[in-house]
């Protein structure tokens, strides 16, 4: 094997491995593949788009009806049968014609729609692997529409997160990518039109408009992000009713018994169009515990050091212990808020004391009822969301914003009218850029790490 690695040809053997891990954008083929467009799982429909070089020359020996598919015929519907090597019927289908001309890809695809049940989609892309087609890599029409000029690197930025979103005000910031690229689109004519008259006037207004771009970047980041909240505190504080409240459901085990809650449990939720992922963790105590609930504990303090905000949860109508206030004071070296829950009871004086311990507000509500949860919910989504709301129509990528960074800079500084037209057109990317496709690719894994919620 060292003998193989030190030839020319193990050598260049290295370098394509080392390069294909290093690459994040599907690479440039025109093999026929399929793409499922719907979710694994039980439906009423399976829904396939099927592209690449060959495609009716593959599909016809798998189609059977009465009608002939026509490469040219825009929106063309046909009934009928997919049927294997054998003539047998495989499924029921409804096929549609999307003529090259309307491709985002610029080649004619077919849309394939059968039953959804799990055996049928199965059975459907075996047979389609059968015929030669593979099935598409993650993104890789996406990367096809770019490299065939027909989807910008906004556009595409957007549609590689759409699926990943969990509430209304995500899509909505997504969406809105349209009007982020008209209004650099016309800047960036603007921009063109002034190079070439050898005029300066376009300066200002670009510069602002970067600013003003750069300005909201960091909200949408908060918004398009999953935060970790992590709901602590003493035995008995009512952490799970609370988490079932802000999750309105009830998800996790309530009990009058202290330790109910003996181990880490994450819950996806939203929260005023922010996506969480709660974590109702073990009560916090001295160590009278057995070893299991000491495990749990544990657990607890290992999810405060990885949370993005703590909720500490006291039973405010009694005093805290010591033990209770030292293992409190140990998790405020993250950003928290203070809750002092059971307040329909009445609030002890010693309890109340806790805001001035930790130079907090205090938060009273009583989980049972959910009263004085809406100021919690407000707060919380203040302290997530940066206190700015995000505004749909700016950047929302770290490429879009090196971008818009380079050109504010650069006309700060005073850099060449081409180079500055050069950050727009890799902002906008409506010309096909290899680099940049990759850095897309890349920065949509990325962010897919934190974006989505954890399964419960």
């Not at 399976?46 to 040219?72: I, M």
Request: proline share 5%; hydrophobic share 45%; glycine share 8%.
């Amino acid at each position: 094997m060292d003998h193989l690695e030190r030839t020319p040809k193990g050598i260049e053997i290295s370098r394509m491995a080392e390069a294909e891990r290093t690459s994040f954008a599907p690479p440039p083929s025109a093999d026929a593949i399929f793409r499922p467009d719907t979710a694994p799982g039980e439906a009423a429909i399976a829904a396939f788009v099927l592209d690449g070089a060959g495609l009716f020359e593959r599909f016809e020996p798998l189609f059977r009806s009465k009608q002939t598919l026509s490469p040219a015929r825009e929106g063309q519907l046909a009934y009928g049968s997919l049927v294997d090597a054998a003539g047998a019927t495989v499924d029921e289908v409804v096929c549609a014609v999307i003529t090259k001309d309307r491709s985002e890809t610029a080649r004619a695809q077919i849309e394939v729609s059968c039953h959804g049940g799990r055996g049928t989609a199965a059975a459907v892309r075996q047979l389609f692997e059968a015929a030669g087609f593979r099935e598409a890599r993650p993104g890789e029409l996406l990367a096809r529409a770019h490299r065939a000029g027909r989807l910008s690197l906004l556009a595409l930025e957007a549609r590689l997160r759409l699926g990943a979103c969990v509430t209304a005000r995500q899509l909505d910031l997504l969406l809105a990518h349209t009007s982020l690229q008209e209004r650099w689109e016309r800047l960036g004519m603007e921009a063109a039109l002034g190079i070439r008259m050898r005029e300066i006037a376009w300066h200002a207004p670009t510069h602002t408009a970067a600013a003003d771009e750069l300005s909201r970047y960091a909200a949408a980041l908060r918004l398009l992000r999953t935060h970790r909240v992590l709901v602590a505190g003493p035995v008995n504080a009512g952490k799970s009713t609370l988490v079932n409240r802000l999750l309105r459901e009830n998800a996790s085990l309530v009990s009058a018994e202290a330790g109910t809650t003996r181990d880490r449990l994450e819950r996806p939720a939203t929260l005023r169009g922010l996506s969480l992922l709660l974590i109702d963790s073990a009560g916090l105590r001295d160590e009278s515990g057995d070893a299991v609930e000491r495990a749990g504990q544990a657990k607890a303090r290992e999810a405060a050091s990885e949370a993005d905000l703590c909720l500490l949860v006291v039973d405010g109508s009694r005093a805290p212990s010591p033990a209770e206030c030292e293992a409190l004071a140990a998790l405020t070296a993250r950003p928290f808020l203070l809750v002092l829950n059971k307040a329909d009871r009445g609030l002890h004086e010693e309890a109340e004391g806790l805001a001035f311990a930790f130079a907090a507000t205090p938060y009273r509500i009583a989980a049972r009822d959910g009263s004085g949860l809406d100021a919690l919910e407000a707060t919380m989504e203040s302290v997530l969301g940066g206190g700015v709301p995000a505004e749909s129509g700016g950047p929302f990528t770290p490429r879009q914003e090196r971008a818009l960074q380079a050109l504010k800079i650069g006309l700060e500084q005073g850099v060449d009218g081409v180079d500055l037209l050069g950050h727009i057109r890799t902002l906008v990317g409506t010309r096909p850029n290899e680099s940049e496709l990759d850095t897309v690719f890349r920065e949509a894994e990325e962010a897919g790490a934190h974006a989505r919620p954890a399964q419960p």
